[in-house]
């Protein structure tokens, strides 16, 4: 990851660092700085730091890894918004960041943060940037269990994580040659397990012109990242990921995480269907059942209909009105003869925040929008509504 070092290229970037913060971090890594001859001063003041020096341990060639890691995620998270970010994660995962922020620049922020009772948080930042890169707007495909194996559910504990982290790691430094530094950071909410699967991409070089004009040519394995989610209410696996060709290694392994067992998830059955706007469906968008809702409409629907034999209809709403603003057909959304609707737009509103949202439902595996630790509201009146369909409720 040293091409994206941004923070650590140049001498210039690293004299706009904290110089006791910068430190205290390369500090603990005293055999690297052994071996690139560079000793750090007891009380350093900024003067008698030897910038060359540090600007080469930063960015040689044979870094150590989590060396890479801090320098790399301080770059990325070095802003206003990492910060909040970073504040964020540690409200979730309940860290106190109790220490001084007179002076304190966002990218000290972050190599602060990771320092502080160290080595507690060692996992923060990364855990930050997961988190921001991956409940993003993106697209989740939805695989429904087999047959019922709720009542098998096991907790992911620490070790059986750790089986779980070792076994991808195999799969990805082995079979797909991507190379070791495999991770699954794991976020539980009530209803729901998110996984994030951190592994090496490819192999990427990048020519570069530093502050100073000097050309250069850096070579490093991008981070990637893969979100993996389990409904514990109604047992099916969401994939959001990077290669459609991890799908099956990431079924086997997650079903063995949470149930003991590799055959647990159907990759085959489509869950997500459009069939509820058919019919007498202006009711379903009353939202007063559903905690945390305050309103949601549609705003644009593909779909068939008898009288244009061949075509696809689609109306769309003007912007900041919904379809239900042009409705005529009293309870009906679509006019009598509609079939096959094959995709739907909505937006919504949740209760604590000003602005709507947007959802795109395919009729299918897979669904479209903000993913973050209120999608669950949504997600429950697509399930209430019956938009996603699971197999299991059936037997």
């Not at 192999?203 to 000097?214: C, P």
């Not at 981070?223 to 990431?250: P, S």
């Amino acid at each position: 990851m040293a091409g994206k070092k941004r923070c650590f290229s140049t001498v210039r970037a690293i004299k706009r660092l904290d110089a006791r913060v910068l430190c205290a971090v390369l500090g603990k890594f005293p055999n690297h700085l052994q071996e690139r001859g560079l000793s750090l001063p007891e009380d350093p003041d900024g003067k008698n730091l030897d910038y060359d020096a540090v600007r080469h341990a930063c960015m040689v060639g044979n870094i150590p890894a989590e060396l890479d890691e801090v320098l790399f995620l301080v770059s990325i998270l070095g802003n206003k918004r990492g910060q909040a970010q970073i504040e964020k994660e540690a409200r979730f995962r309940k860290r106190r960041l109790d220490f001084s922020l007179d002076g304190v620049s966002c990218p000290d922020f972050a190599m602060k943060v990771w320092l502080h009772n160290w080595p507690e948080n060692k996992d923060l930042l990364e855990a930050s940037y997961a988190r921001g890169r991956i409940f993003g707007k993106s697209s989740y495909l939805y695989n429904p269990m087999i047959r019922d194996f709720r009542d098998a559910y096991q907790a992911p504990t620490p070790e059986r994580l750790a089986e779980a982290t070792k076994e991808l790691e195999d799969y990805f430094a082995n079979q797909e040659e991507l190379g070791r530094g495999t991770n699954i950071l794991l976020y539980e909410y009530p209803k729901e397990l998110w996984f994030l699967v951190r592994y090496p991409g490819q192999v990427e070089r990048h020519e570069a012109v530093d502050d100073e004009g000097n050309p250069s040519s850096q070579v490093f394995r991008p981070e990637e990242y893969d979100a993996i989610v389990y409904h514990k209410v109604y047992g099916d696996l969401r994939l959001n990921t990077n290669r459609a060709r991890d799908h099956v290694r990431y079924r086997v392994v997650f079903g063995r995480l949470l149930f003991g067992h590799g055959n647990v998830f159907d990759p085959k059955t489509r869950m997500i269907t459009l069939e509820p706007l058919l019919g007498e469906s202006v009711g379903i968008f009353q939202c007063e059942d559903i905690e945390g809702l305050t309103g949601i409409e549609p705003v644009e629907v593909c779909f068939s209909a008898s009288k244009n034999i061949g075509m696809q209809i689609i109306w769309k709403a003007e912007p900041d009105v919904s379809l239900l603003h042009y409705n005529s057909q009293d309870n009906r959304l679509l006019p009598p003869d509609a079939h096959s609707p094959q995709y739907a737009k909505f937006r919504y509103r949740l209760a604590h925040r000003k602005n709507w949202e947007k959802v795109t439902v395919h009729r299918g595996q897979s669904m479209t929008y903000e993913r973050d630790g209120d999608c669950a509201v949504i997600e429950e009146w697509l399930r209430r509504r019956r938009f996603v369909r699971s197999p299991i409720e059936s037997q």
